[in-house]
């Protein structure tokens, strides 16, 4: 018992220690399988915050912050791309759709108040809680004058409102999440990570998890030896012709090795070196000749790079302008694989118009492909640094727009800093989807600013919620945290209901809908981790902004309703 107490003493002294300890849990726990179940390092780690939180631990609120707008950002910053796209099939569709869950949700919380026999109070913390939303607690408690009772009565009924939240929170947190990510896509007929994938091929996302790359090559480059008379003495870029669209990247003449805008003929007997698609290469050795081995000759360095066009002698031309103009200056031993415009790919034919701030993926050797992106712009190379600058500036910016208030009939009514910085994520990742030369975070940076944010938001708010826990249910017995169980997932499947058949929403943007309808951040974290993708981001996003307007009036309206 004195290793526990001290153990316990330590932990309240150094609350720091008891955040990490409440991480180490839950990402490991989360991280086990029993049979085809788990948990998820999400919801085992606001589990682990609850229980940890008995011995009374308290974080700070700013950390809690802290953690949950490095979340927002990194969702809202991975899917603005994909987001603005879809935001002009869904946009209005999601806000109804948000609107019948926000209502379906009060019918819940009011259905099981009164069948209960609770007070507006009790009603007012069963909803916040339920919809883990503190925008509903604080607005039901700033304005329980509406009940007309005495400053002490007052008093007594806002302590009930936060004891009915904190009893009905860690369900309406942890269960939606649970109920959403494993019951959802079950309940929809629908396999996740297909579907997400599916959807990412659609709108030209490429999610790639890092060490894994496919096997196919759509460009490869193999040695011949040039053994046919017709094709003897022709100049490299003559040669080309011949290939169906391949290239000769380099040759072998006697001792020496020579690079394709080499103007010399190719003599008979030399190796080439030849690039190009697999169906142009199971032609070469039957045009040029035998397939050779040479390790020096094709151990030149390639590079696959992106270049952004910002120069506007290389914009307004054709795919065919650019290769005959450009290309034709290194032999025409680059090769463009893909164009990028707004973030969305598109097949490079030879008509296709290049325009200002496209993005050009080009392979090739090394030095070329570096001299042809300075004639044509701006190198974007993967890089491991972020630019927090870009980052912290989001947050800033979107913070403060979200901290707006506007009164309407004395009730405050903002998007919170919170929507704000969900929202500039969207908008600094289109923009990064855009202008290419700055802002860029690598995809492993995102996974901590994501997992580690929402986690470690949820770790504190598990602390901080476990006395409150145990009181509540001292008081109000199961039946309150039951209430919260209904509360909690009637709306969801309110909503999983009318996105399959009504609204016929994309199954993985339903479910991040519904996620956002219920303000459920945890279930949104959930999802993406079963999901394996941030599809479900697309969906959240609209219906989370909305039904914390919603909600917030909502915490007055349980409170007139239930009098």
Known sequence: MQIFQALADTLRHNPVIALFLTLALGFWFGNLKFGTFSLGAVTSTLIAGLLIGQLHIHIDPAVQDTFFMMFLFAVGYSVGPVFIRALKTDGLPQVAFTLIVCCSGLGAAYVAARLLGYDPAVAAGLLAGSY???????????????????????ASMASLVAIAYAVTYPFGAVGSAWFLATLGPKLLGIDLVHECKQYETKMGAHGTEPGVESASRPLTTRSYRLENNDLAGQSPRDLNGAFDGAVITRYRQGNKILEPDAHAPVEKGATLAISGPQRALLNAERIVGPEVEDPELLAYVVEQMDVVVTRKAAANRTVRELEQDEFTRFGRSIFLLR??????????????VIQHRDVLTLRGARKFVEDLATSLGYADRRTSRSDIAFMGAGIVIGSLVGLITVHVAGIPLSLSAFVGTLIAGLVFGYLRSIYRTFGAIPAPALWVFNNVGLSGFLAVVGLNAGPGLTSGLATYGISLFVAGIFSSLAPLIVGLALGKYLFRFHPAILLGACAGARSATPALGALQEAAKSTIPAIGYTIPYAVSRIVLAIFGVVILLVMK
């Open 132 to 154: 883990t939303n503190s925008g509903t607690l604080g607005v039901a408690t700033a304005n329980m004058s509406e009940l007309g009772l005495d400053p002490q009565q007052t």
């Open 339 to 352: 164009v990028t415009r707004a973030g969305q790919a598109i097949e490079p034919s030879p008509d296709l």
